[in-house]
């Protein structure tokens, strides 16, 4: 009915700012995307080091570190799901023969560790992304570079901080800014592995617009916390590209 519907203004922002569970998918998300994305970048790096090494089966062990990256998002859910389960999940059985654990913990069913859990399963999946960006940045640098080095007798962390760093800096600011805008928008995880739940202790933005719009049939609202989130990643990528314009500068 073209005439069912009336203009409402900005009725529905208004709403979902007195509404307390959109101020706790807000803070959620921020811990959800700086975690994962920190840790990611941290692994990462320290995997690039690694592989940038001659060693032998170094190209078996570059081949395996891409499969978290390239397992599709819903089987990395309902494997780290069924690893993490209460009952019978690996983790809690390795960590209970290690002596750290005296009984099986319910890691995606109680809120203090539902959301730790499902970050854990994406830096696992996120972490060759940075790996193998920072890997390819980390072979561009001259050689002469490094002979210069070892001439001036530099050791490895003046050689990682003076040499490698610089040239590592504008694909680390990339590479992370990528990885902020996907893990804001990235839901399939959270969704498969908890729903946002228990309670709303691992709720995201993008979980609540989607239980907003479809399980509770309130369209407006849901697309109003799609558009909020629109312009708070606006924000951190104007931020991103100036920091990165003034970086370009030093570059």
């Known amino acids: 009915m073209p005439n069912a519907s ?9 709403e979902l700012f007195l509404n307390k569970d959109f101020y706790t998918a807000l803070y959620r998300s921020i811990v959800w995307v700086i975690s994962c994305v920190s840790f990611q970048l941290i692994a990462g790096l320290i995997g690039a080091l690694i592989m ?4 032998k089966g170094r190209g078996l062990v570059r081949g395996i570190s891409l499969v978290p990256w ?3 998002s819903v089987l990395v859910a309902l494997m780290w799901a069924w690893l993490l389960d209460g009952n019978y999940g690996v983790i809690n059985d390795l960590l209970q023969k290690l002596g750290l654990i005296r009984h099986y913990i319910p890691w995606l069913a109680q809120g203090s560790t539902a959301l730790p859990s499902v970050i854990l399963a994406n830096i696992w999946q996120g972490t060759p992304f940075f790996a193998v960006m920072l890997l390819a940045s980390l072979q561009s640098i ?12 530099a050791n490895s962390w003046q050689i990682f901080w003076y040499i490698k760093l610089p040239f590592l800096l504008p ?3 990339i590479t992370s800014m990528l990885r902020i805008m996907w893990t804001a ?4 995880l959270i969704y498969i592995m908890t729903g946002g739940g228990p309670g709303s202790s691992s709720m995201i933005l993008p979980v609540y ?3 907003k719009a479809y399980k509770k049939l309130e369209m407006g609202q849901g697309a109003a916390v799609a558009i909020i989130q629109v312009v708070l990643l606006l924000i951190v990528v104007l931020w991103y590209l100036r920091l990165l314009k003034k970086r370009g500068r030093d570059f």
């Open 185 to 188: 928008n990235y839901m399939d």
């Open 6 to 14: 009336e203009f409402i203004g900005l009725k529905n922002y208004i």
């Open 171 to 173: 694909t680390i600011l």
């Open 142 to 153: 001259p050689e002469e570079l490094y002979e210069a080095a070892k001439i001036d007798s």
């Open 209 to 211: 617009s989607y239980i």
């Open 52 to 55: 940038d090494q001659n060693f």
């Open 70 to 72: 390239a397992t599709p």
